[in-house]
């Protein structure tokens, strides 16, 4: 009997350390691939209230996260008005990300990493709300949360 339940003590543990790894590598396969920006809002950390929405539009909306699963990451924002658009900026970095906490944290050229948390992932929709470099923006001494949302 003691033998039984000490297999099934270590094929339990097996099986729970490699969910994590399993997870992971879903999520980042969801993950891969470019997702266009459609939305910014931002939140008060106060009272949860949206203090502002900004819903892309024009150029802006060719903005791109593009994200591999060996956890290479670009940015490429776009200015211009109409439908001439121009190439603003493409930076490229690094992420890693924790699936069991749903935590991104994105390392673009020369900058600090930045940590989101994934609200939304599916094959079509990608909501993450940024975790550090919080600011105040609305004066109530409480940090306040951008979130953006990204669709295919």
């Given at each position: 009997m003691?033998?039984?339940l000490l297999l099934f003590a270590f094929s339990a543990l097996?099986?729970?350390?490699?969910?994590?790894?399993?997870?992971?590598?879903?999520?980042?396969?969801?993950?891969?691939?470019d997702w266009k920006e459609v939305k910014r809002e931002?939140?008060?950390?106060?009272?949860?209230?949206?203090?502002?929405?900004?819903?892309?539009t024009g150029c802006e909306a060719k903005n791109t996260l593009y994200l591999k699963t060996d956890?290479?990451?670009?940015y490429t924002a776009y200015t211009g008005t109409g439908t001439d658009c121009q190439l603003d900026t493409k930076t490229e970095g690094r992420y890693t990300y924790d699936a069991g906490t749903k935590v991104i944290?994105?390392?673009l050229g020369g900058e600090g990493s930045v940590d989101?948390?994934?609200?939304?992932?599916?094959?079509?929709d990608l909501k993450m709300v940024q975790q550090s470099g919080?600011?105040?923006?609305?004066?109530?001494?409480?940090?306040d949360y951008t979130y953006i949302t990204y669709k295919r």
């Open positions: 003691k033998k039984q097996a099986l729970t350390s490699c969910k994590d790894e399993n997870l992971e590598a879903y999520d980042m396969e969801i993950m891969q691939g931002l939140i008060s950390g106060k009272d949860k209230t949206v203090l502002k929405t900004e819903v892309l956890y290479y990451v670009s944290g994105i390392k989101f948390k994934i609200e939304v992932l599916t094959s079509k919080l600011m105040d923006m609305n004066g109530d001494k409480v940090p």
